[in-house]
């Protein structure tokens, strides 16, 4: 599943290519994903076109991957493998030192338990499970030394299952 995930995550981040005259910049971050109850590494990219106005639009295509304990069902031990897609629109406020920003987009969830490394359980049970749901985001990009900018983020998906997560990272301009 991660080679699939990262396959996905590396179109996604093509998709999101500069068109001429765009800002880009690629989001590197880690955090915590309170329904997956685990701890998430992720990778974005954010597209800006230039417009003349105090609040910049961007596109920001991002695909993280969970950390998460193995989960015990029935006595039954389960490994889980969980990763999320989101293409998402922000509105940034354009201001010298803390830029806040919200956003909205699509989430899509991917889950996977398996007992293939459960000795106990006779036969591999797998179980597959898409989400798909709606992001609601909020954050800060805080000002930093050339093109590299800390930032802080919540993202809430609501839709088949929901998901709050925080997370931080480094945005760095290209």
Known sequence: MPVRFFGCLA???????PAAHAQFAVLPYAGYDFDGEAVLIGLGAEVALPLPA????????????????????GGRTFGQNIAQVNVDVIARLRAPGIQPY??????IRFIKLDTSDNDDVEGNLDIEE?????????????????????????RLTVGDGSALAVFGGLRVGL
């Not at 105090?54 to 069902?73: N, Q, T």
């Open 130 to 154: 898409t989400n798909v749901g709606a992001n609601l985001l909020g954050g800060v990009v805080f000002g930093g030394i050339g093109p590299v900018q800390p930032f802080a983020q919540g």
């Open 11 to 17: 179109l996604l981040l093509l998709m999101a290519s």
């Open 102 to 107: 919200a956003g909205i987009g699509v989430g």
């Open 54 to 73: 105090p609040v910049a639009l961007s596109l920001r295509p991002s695909g993280e991957y969970l950390l998460p304990k193995d989960l015990d069902i």
